[in-house]
């Protein structure tokens, strides 16, 4: 079937515009996460959403970060008045539950110039 | 807190090679490990997991053991093929919150035909 997909898969952006990435989970799969891959950061968690519960956002590294899931499925992170520092691929996670596997999309390229 | 620490790259081993990644991690309660696998050009994926102490997980000739005593999962094959070649992560999904993966930093391999 079909797996988790991102878009765009590369991004070229200005300093200081507003982005948007989109994540496409595996239909069934209630929980999905936001991890972002960066060369001097390594792979780092950014936010999760399981349900209708309230996400976890305990990794977003600063206010201009947020994302939102529409409809328990498809997923949207924003960045606002992007940084150069914001450069990395942007990968998103989805699973059927807590704690079990979590299946990786392609990723975001994004690059702020 | 949690992380994981993992052997820094880059290996290179020639074809047939055993080969050994350590990691060790530190967590609170009882984690579940992983090791992921980045081939070039390609998303993140599971390579095996282990929930609990002594397990064992294999994938592709691939083993890692659970260590609780040591806190270690170190990962292991006894002979490498070049199609091995990619980047491998340790990671764990802390007990009290199995909702995140922490990543360890990657460790690149490189096989010679």
């Known amino acids: 079937g079909a797996g988790v997909s991102q878009s765009p898969s590369n991004k070229v952006t200005e300093k200081g515009k507003d982005v948007e990435l989109r994540c496409d989970p595996i239909s069934g799969h209630t929980a999905l996460y936001w991890y972002r891959q960066s060369l001097g950061q390594g792979l780092e968690f950014l936010i999760y959403?399981?349900?209708?519960?309230?996400?976890?956002k305990s990794g977003l590294p600063s206010d201009r970060f947020s994302a939102e899931r529409t409809g328990g499925s498809v997923s949207t992170l924003t960045i606002q008045r992007t940084q150069q520092e914001d450069s990395a691929v942007y990968l998103c996670?989805?699973?059927?539950?807590?704690?079990?596997?979590?299946?990786f999309g392609p990723g975001t390229r994004l690059t702020v110039t | 807190g949690n992380s994981v620490t993992q052997m820094e790259g880059p290996v290179t081993l020639s074809e047939e090679a055993f080969l050994t990644i350590n990691c060790t991690y530190t967590a609170t309660g009882y984690p579940s490990l992983f090791w992921y696998v980045q081939y070039p050009g390609e998303g993140l994926q599971l390579l095996l997991k282990a929930t609990k102490a002594d397990d064992k997980g294999s994938n592709k000739g691939f083993e890692a053991t659970y260590r609780k005593e040591t806190t270690s999962f170190h990962l292991e094959k006894g002979s490498v093929q070049v199609s091995d070649s990619a980047v491998y992560f340790c990671a764990l999904t802390p007990y009290s919150s199995a909702s995140k993966i922490i990543f360890g930093s990657g460790t690149r391999l490189s096989i010679r035909p």
């Open positions: 996670a989805s699973s059927l539950e807590q704690g079990v596997e979590q299946y």
């Open positions: 959403f399981q349900g209708n519960s309230a996400p976890d």
